[in-house]
């Protein structure tokens, strides 16, 4: 059910996004603001541009800048490229490993009013029962390294938060001095981490209930009653907690194809968007209760955008983040010693996207090369009609 449609994010934010803030004035936090604000001007005469003109048939083509906002939709291409990157000359020739730990649905609305705090500790949850689970010598044995990204968002905008981890299949002994190898397909089992988990999620909870540093407010309002809390932690503990460990990578070759669509996504790529009916959104998702198969989901604008903006980040709060042996401080030196005992060298070699490629060839005459010929400057006007897309190359 490929997507045809030309419509964006950014033509429902225009459209009915005024309204929005209208009705919702006083309860969206700058994050959000900022998040609709960028998307709605971004690639538009509001950001200004540059003018590109052909040096054989001097046609010329206005490329408006981007809002680089790291929820918008179409920004996201070049800053995964620079970061991948970065990252294929950290990648180890071996089996890695993707494993996804999510809070249970019944955490959600508090992990909602209690975003920073509650998705921090689900980072240090994950992390921290990876790596013990891995230090255990009843089961691997080894120091681990890992990358964790924060997703919030299930295929219906539902708020949904979990963080997928990218571990590789093996680490470092407890004297640093051999690498110890996972077995072929399987790292550290699954139940045990879950249980690990929950226990340190739940611990942390209670931490903060206890420190007051919890918002128990609208639909969470009863957990401000110490009885009730601890009815809610006893329940929470009582379940098993979902630990998936996806089917292993081959190696980091894969691993960069996997990251290059995984860590710079949001919460829906405009190519899911297939039109408005009215002011409804009709927008496709997968079911993966259905074996993945490809549905259709009408939302009424105001409710899209309120499910949007409910995965607009914290200002400042970081979505990806390293532990273990690739934590920022030591990352260098433990990859040196990696790659020492396993005695390879891991360097990939990376294609750019054609997305974060700058326009050389002239969509015209397919001969001459477009070059810099001029800047657009940024409009500083309230927000109003725009130009929305840069217009079609014209003669010069």
């Not at 611990?203 to 009815?231: I, M, N």
């Amino acid at each position: 059910m490929a997507s045809t449609s030309s419509l964006e994010v950014a033509d429902i934010f225009r459209a009915y996004g005024p309204r929005f803030r209208g009705q919702h004035a006083g309860r969206l936090l700058l994050s959000q603001l900022k998040a609709m604000s960028a998307i709605e001007t971004c690639r538009t005469s509001v950001l200004g541009g540059h003018v590109y003109e052909c040096d054989q048939c001097r046609e010329q083509r206005i490329a408006y800048n981007p809002c680089r906002n790291r929820h918008c939709p179409k920004c996201q291409g070049a800053e995964r490229f620079r970061w991948l990157e970065a990252r294929q000359q950290e990648l180890l020739p071996v089996e890695y490993f993707h494993i996804v730990f999510t809070i249970p649905a019944e955490l959600r609305s508090l992990a909602l009013r209690n975003q920073k705090i509650l998705y921090n500790l689900l980072f240090r949850s994950a992390s921290g029962a990876l790596l013990e689970v891995a230090t255990d010598p009843k089961h691997l044995g080894a120091r681990l390294g890992l990358l964790a990204v924060l997703h919030t968002w299930g295929q219906q905008l539902t708020h949904h938060p979990h963080v997928h981890c990218i571990v590789p299949g093996g680490g470092l002994s407890p004297a640093g001095d051999r690498w110890v190898s996972a077995r072929p397909g399987f790292l550290v089992p699954v139940r045990v981490l879950g249980r690990i988990f929950r226990g340190k999620y739940l611990a942390g909870l209670e931490a903060a209930y206890k420190a007051g540093q919890l918002a128990l407010v609208g639909a969470v309002s009863d957990l401000a009653s110490t009885p009730r809390f601890a009815e809610f932690l006893d329940k929470l503990y009582q379940q098993e907690w979902v630990v998936y460990s996806k089917r292993p990578f081959a190696g980091p070759e894969t691993v960069l194809k996997y990251l290059a669509g995984y860590t710079h996504r949001v919460a829906i790529s405009n190519q899911r968007l297939l039109r408005l009916e009215g002011e409804t959104v009709v927008l496709s998702y997968r079911d993966y209760r259905r074996r993945g198969r490809r549905r259709l989901l009408r939302l009424p604008s105001e409710e899209f955008i309120r499910r949007f903006l409910q995965h607009v980040l914290p200002e400042g709060f970081v979505r990806i983040r390293y532990y273990g042996l690739f934590a920022n401080r030591h990352r260098a030196e433990n990859l040196e010693r990696c790659r020492g005992l396993l005695g390879v060298d891991s360097q990939v070699k990376l294609v750019p996207p054609t997305e974060t490629r700058q326009p050389q060839i002239c969509p015209n005459c397919g001969e001459g090369s477009l070059k810099i010929e001029g800047q657009i400057s940024a409009s500083i006007e309230a927000r109003g009609p725009v130009q929305e897309r840069a217009p079609p190359c014209r003669a010069a």
